[in-house]
């Protein structure tokens, strides 16, 4: 029997939790010394100001922290739903929030390289750029999370992410963590 669409949206939601949240950590703990170090490529910054490590440490611990948390909640979160939600494996509490910090900073190698200055925004890779490198970190280090996901899974999430992305970028504008709405 096929599982319906609203299982598959709430199990893909929880799997990616851990890889939602970093872009979010990272933009209210970020820090100052960039990752870069200020070093460019034929002009332009390699990433730029906005990548910085502090940045990147807190959006990974903050990842892997919800993976914990969230595993001790699969019992009374399950509850509320005719099917159990999986747990994370210590490589999925990693693989997740590295997967989307990585995809970000490949956002913004490429960003650079196109002239665009930091917080300019490209449609596309902005809302996507994390969740590929979570699918992909996650697809490597962590097979049974993905299985997990499955293909509807990840087709779900393709189509749901920039959604959810846009809305959170959207708040962290309104209060004053992010200096863009995208
Ligand atoms: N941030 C950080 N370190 C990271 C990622 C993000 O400190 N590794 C912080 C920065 O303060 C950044 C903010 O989070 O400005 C928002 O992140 P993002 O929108 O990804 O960066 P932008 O400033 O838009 O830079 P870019 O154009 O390179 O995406
Ligand atoms: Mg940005």
């Known amino acids: 029997m096929q599982e319906p669409l609203t299982h598959v949206l709430i199990q893909a939601l929880w799997l990616i939790l851990p890889a939602y949240l970093p872009n979010s950590a990272a ?6 010394r960039p990752i870069d170090g200020g070093r460019e490529y034929r002009g332009t910054r390699l990433l730029g100001d906005g990548k910085t490590w502090r940045g990147l440490v807190a959006g990974i611990s903050a990842g892997f922290l919800l993976a914990v948390l969230l595993n001790t909640l699969v019992p ?3 509850a509320l739903f005719p099917f159990t939600l999986p747990s994370f494996s210590i490589m999925a509490a990693f693989a997740l929030p590295t997967g989307a910090m990585l995809g970000d900073l490949a956002a913004s ?3 650079r390289r196109m002239d665009r200055e930091r917080g ?7 809302q996507l750029d994390f969740i590929i490198g979570a699918l992909v970190l996650g697809a490597i280090l962590a ?4 299985d997990a996901l499955g293909t509807p ?10 959604l959810v992305h846009l809305s959170a970028n959207l708040i962290g504008y309104k209060i004053g963590v992010k ?4």
Not at 120 to 126: E, F, Q, T
Not at 143 to 146: E, L, M
Not at 179 to 182: A, G, K, L, T
């Open 143 to 146: 097979p049974a999370w993905i």
């Open 109 to 111: 190698f490429i960003k």
């Open 27 to 32: 933009a209210v703990i970020g820090g100052t």
């Open 76 to 78: 009374s979160v399950s």
């Open 179 to 182: 200096d863009e709405p995208w």
């Open 153 to 162: 899974g990840i087709i779900v999430l393709l189509v749901v992410t920039p």
């Open 120 to 126: 300019a925004p490209v449609p596309g890779l902005d």
